[in-house]
């Protein structure tokens, strides 16, 4: 099928090719005023000015979308999920309220143990319905490519169990879904005193299944005081690597304990979090090809200082923005709240903030040749916005649904 899509205010991020943008380039948003665009087949065909509509498209199609006063947007690319668990966690969210830590909680056995615990009771059609449910609901808010971890598992049936459910989440959504195994997220009890007991788990006991059954594209350690060293991180990743899984990983959330370093060795595609950022790490992470991907709203939730996004801007690093959707930090998968968090919050500049969370958010899935941008040959995974007055008032008006229509594939959902 052929659509045409006339008379849009604003076509926004259109590229005729793309590059991982870092620095002053990550300000750097193309925007065409009143253009038009076409998709064949779910694939961008063509666009340009409104004025050029007859040169380039010079037989209309029948089906002709008039987008007056509507912006359009690549989709959002979400690099950075747990959208796979059984149960929220409203009663920590309360106790937090009341004055608990993040660590305080889990050190009672809340937060990520918590969630392990229901996840193994969980079937895995429980657990599918319920994903499937909040991946539509980050569909319809504009997230068209997205990430989903397991690691609320933390025993082999239960990593397992998650990873075939985001397989099957793959198979069945129109979405683009990337997979990580995250069985290094905490150590379950029964491994906290013998944390070479887990590790030989995870590199013995899940990563030969999960790579026979092709179950990961990636592999991830929370590398943290508490939970799992850099040392340890790196064995893990080592292990995950030798079956072509790439470290994307979480670090710097609470502390800087030499993850940034050893990520960057390992040649990491993505380093995730980064509340707490030291100088080496800032110049370390500028001069490697590592993302660094910011999750404000996790930040926002636990009431912690947010990612130094203008220092890491400022030195030249290269950032994405992503929602950490998961139950004990970041209960919400709405990207449209990232971008606006982020830039009210972290100070980061519209164009910087949407570029971070369409384009750079591709990179750091390896999606770059097929999301990200409005560029001929990618699939038309699109966000309508209802009549806005410009760009930044997507950010600025925080917390309204600005959204009209979300098209994936071509086609509206
Ligand atoms: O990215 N920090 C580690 N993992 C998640 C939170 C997991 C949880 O609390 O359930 C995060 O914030
Ligand atoms: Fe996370």
């Known amino acids: 099928m052929t659509t045409l899509i006339t008379n849009i205010a ?28 076409l998709i064949e087949d779910g694939i961008i065909a063509a666009y340009g000015y409104m004025y050029e509509l007859e040169l380039k498209v010079p037989q209309l199609p029948k089906h002709i979308i008039d987008a007056h006063e509507q912006f359009i947007l690549p989709a959002w690319c979400d690099s950075h999920t747990h959208l796979v668990f059984a149960k929220t966690r409203e009663e920590e969210f ?55 971890k397991s690691g609320y598992g933390l025993t082999a049936a239960g990593e397992l169990k998650m990873l075939r459910v985001i ?25 906290k005193e013998n944390h070479q007991g887990y590790i030989d788990s995870i590199i013995n006991e899940m990563l030969p299944v999960i790579a026979a059954e092709k179950l990961a594209d990636y592999i991830d350690v929370f590398c943290e005081t508490g939970f799992f060293s850099s040392a340890e991180m790196e064995t893990i990743c080592k292990a995950g690597m030798s079956y072509g899984l ?22 990491a595609l993505s380093v995730d979090h980064l509340e707490t950022m030291t100088d080496v790490d800032i110049t370390t992470l500028a001069s490697s090809n590592t ?28 950032i994405a923005l992503a929602s950490d959707y998961n139950p004990g930090s ?9 971008v606006a968090l982020s830039c009210i919050q972290m100070k980061m500049l519209p164009e910087e903030a949407i570029n971070a969370a369409t384009i750079n958010g591709a990179y750091a899935m390896e999606l770059q040749n097929e999301f990200g941008s409005i560029t001929i040959g ?29 098209m994936i594939g071509g086609i509206f959902i």
């Open 167 to 191: 397989k099957k989440l793959k198979e069945k959504s129109n979405l683009s879904i990337k997979s990580t195994f995250l069985g290094a997220h905490t150590y379950p009890i029964a491994y």
């Open 378 to 406: 990618k699939k038309a995974n699109l966000i309508f916005t209802k009549p806005i007055p410009s760009l930044a008032y997507l950010p600025y008006a925080f917390g309204n649904n600005l959204i009209d229509k979300v």
């Open 291 to 318: 993302i660094g991907t910011l999750l404000p709203t996790a930040a926002f939730f636990l009431r912690m200082q947010y990612q130094p996004a203008r220092t890491l801007i400022d030195n030249n690093c290269a």
């Open 330 to 338: 970041s209960p919400s998968g709405n990207m449209n709240f990232v």
């Open 10 to 37: 604003q076509l926004v991020n259109t590229r005729k090719e793309t590059n991982l943008l870092r620095g002053t380039a990550l300000a750097e948003l193309p925007v065409i005023e009143d253009a038009f665009l």
């Open 246 to 267: 790439k470290p994307k990983l979480h670090v710097n959330q609470l502390n800087s304990i030499g993850g940034i370093e050893s990520a960057v060795k390992l040649n």
């Open 94 to 148: 309360i106790d937090k309220i009341k004055g608990m830590s993040y660590a305080d909680i889990a050190a009672k056995g809340g937060g990520i143990l918590n969630s392990a615990g229901k996840l193994n009771e969980a079937t895995e059609d429980e657990l599918f319905s319920s994903a499937w449910k909040r991946l539509e609901e980050a569909a319809k808010l504009g997230t068209g490519a997205i990430e989903i």
